[in-house]
């Protein structure tokens, strides 16, 4: 009977020894992934800082403007370019005047229609 | 078979007590640390809180600064520095040869000295590599080279905003502008900013705009070199809020250069130098006589004679000989008439008023370069007389610029920050300086002189410029004189509801033959400001509003330009 008992005693001792064993190896793993994780989220985190000085540094106004007077045609935006609704809605009904004569084209219906 | 080793089971062994003793001893042991485990691991394991509060505490960042969008001003990165140790190198010749294959700005014969030095462990390779310089060193696979990661602090923006921002000492420790204040007042505000449970800090968003920085900065340049003027500055204020928009002074410096060579030229003209504003100062005259009642809208001053006081007299600049009434005083500019209206108000209520808006006090913001002002030590009526048109007293320009936002804004004067803040946060501190009814008059008058008085060059078609010019000879050796100026002009738009208020100052412009020989503040300051105003009022939302006048103007413009 004793040696029942002590014999399942052992076969219990090897048993959670080797998952004690194997539950260790694994956090020992799990612990060096996250060491990896921390140290290379840290790298991201840095390049990302780096990135947005760059970005920062490369969208000054600055140089904005220089690339700008070499690329583009515009200007800055001026008074007289902006209106408001109360002019617009005066002039509602001139426009509509004017869609009524002509009778609506649709130019994309038209083009699926060549299509087909 | 159970019983041979022990024969007689039942009879009681010697020590049999102690044995169980020891036994319950090991068996109470083993339960004590069995508890243990299950309390710290299962039952109560450490809080989350705990564990990060404890991570943050070993690096907490400086915090980055960024303008009111969100745009870097300043920031940490890592860079690294190389080194090598000698002793561990197995070629030294083909060691520099790499090197300095991949670096070529290090001097082969040096390091090539510095590596045969005997016992010599540790050789600087090159401080404070870009990233790429560093993976290319490291992919040589030389033995005994190595790097460490150093922080540097950066300004991405460069000169921009310089002034404001600051720049630190190479242990990062804040030395000037923003960097200083976060690390010496602002300390608690940095604190603030530490966010523990990500061990991060949050950046310092400070009030301002860079795309309005770089406007102001572009035209005062421009301006600076046109009139070939020694310097030069701008301030735009959110008259609501306090928020200073913008801040230049010229000639400014390269915050990420190694030696900076600060001189006096480069100092901020802004805030550490003080300056007889000259004109635009009688606005503050003229709002304290409303304020008094000492004068309406009608009220009319002989301007006919020159104002006498003692053995001074005090004489127009652009002399009328005539009676003016009070909106005439202000766009001609009369000295005599403005001095008339202060000593109406009489001294002791004049200086009160000056101390009420802040005018006698140095005015304290974030940036702690900051000046005093230069006031005189006693108060007669001539000292009285001549402040009224911004004589004899200097003051920070910011400082001149707030109280004149002030008086326009309702009468309520909000602290100015370079920290963004809302209204209401603005509201608290604001102090009420002037009567809701003398502010309507004041923003009458701005707009009147910008319409038909000396602002004239600054009034932008649809954004209702107002604006006071003043041009202040400057003291050269103990006297006033008459080639040396500083020109400005303080304004602002819209004037039906004020928002932003501008200041642009110029030091010793020029005249210039398309001027007429003129080098007063309406031929080079006030242009500048409404080059600047073009620019800036569509970028800060401001909705233009055009008049039938303002129509016929631009029709004209647009004619006038077909022609050419």
Known sequence: MLKIVNGVLVLMVLVSGSILYAMEH??????????????????????????????????????????????????????????????????IAEVRGKMQEKPPTDAIGELMKKMQ | MTDTHLPNATAKLPGQHRIRLLGLGFSGVFLAIALKLAFTSVIAPLSEEAKTIAEAVQRIPRPDIVDRNGNVLATDVAVASLYADPRKILDLEEAVELITGVLPDVDAKEL????????????????????????????????????????????????????????????????????????????????????????????????????????????????????????????????ETGEIVALVSLPDFNPNAE?????????????????????????????????????????????????????????????????????????????????????????????????????????LTEVPETARPILPKKWGRLVSATAAFGHGFAVQPLQGLAVVAGILNGGKMAQPTFLKRSKEEADVLAKDIVKAKTSQYMRELFRLNALEGSAGKADVIGYRVG??????????????????????????????????????????PKPLPETYGFATSGWNAVPTAGKVIARIAPLLGIEPVLTAADREKIAKLAKAKTKI
């Not at chain 2, 400070?206 to 795309?211: M, N, Q, S, V």
């Not at chain 2, 006071?468 to 000879?473: I, L, S």
Request: hydrophobic share 40%.
């Open chain 2, 259 to 363: 030696d900076k060579n600060i001189g006096k030229d480069q100092q901020n003209r802004m805030l550490s130098g003080v300056y007889e504003l000259g004109s635009v100062v009688k606005a503050v005259t003229f709002a304290m006589a409303f304020d008094n009642g000492t004068i309406t809208m009608n009220s009319k001053y002989d301007a006919r004679y020159a104002l006498v006081i003692g053995n001074a007299r005090i004489n127009d600049f652009h002399a009328q000989r005539r009676v003016l009434t009070v909106p005439e005083i202000f766009t001609n500019s009369s000295n005599i008439g403005t001095a008339k209206m202060a000593l109406d108000v009489g001294i002791e209520k004049h200086q009160a008023f000056l101390e009420k808006v802040g005018l006698l006090d140095k005015l």
């Open chain 1, 26 to 91: 694994k956090t020992r793993g799990l612990e060096r992934e996250i060491r990896t994780t921390t140290a290379e989220i840290d790298a991201l985190e840095e390049d990302i800082k780096l990135l947005n000085a760059e970005w920062s540094s490369l969208t000054r106004p600055e140089r904005i403007q220089l690339l700008a007077t070499r690329h583009l045609q515009m200007a800055p935006a001026e008074a007289r370019q902006f209106t408001s609704l109360e002019e617009l809605s005066a002039r």
């Open chain 2, 467 to 508: 604006g006071k010019t003043g041009t202040a000879e400057k003291v050269v050796r103990g006297r006033y004189s008459k080639d040396h100026r500083l020109a400005s002009f303080i304004g602002a738009f819209p004037m039906d509801k004020p928002q932003y208020a501008i200041l642009i100052m110029l030091d010793e």
């Open chain 2, 112 to 239: 090539d000295k510095k590596f045969r030095q005997p016992g010599r462990a540790f050789v600087w390779l090159k401080r404070q590599v870009s990233p790429e310089e560093r993976d290319a060193v490291f992919d040589l696979g030389i033995p005994g080279v190595a790097y460490v990661n150093e922080r540097k602090r950066v300004y991405p923006q460069g000169r921009l905003a310089a002034h404001t921002v600051g720049y630190v000492d190479v242990d990062t420790k804040g030395i000037a502008g923003i960097e200083r204040y976060l690390d010496t007042e602002g300390a608690m505000y940095t604190a603030s900013l530490i966010e523990p449970e990500r061990g991060n800090t949050a950046p310092a968003e400070l009030a301002l705009d860079i795309r309005v920085q770089h406007a102001l900065t572009d035209e005062v340049q421009q301006a600076i070199t046109k009139f070939k003027a020694i310097g030069g500055g701008g301030i735009v204020l959110n008259i």
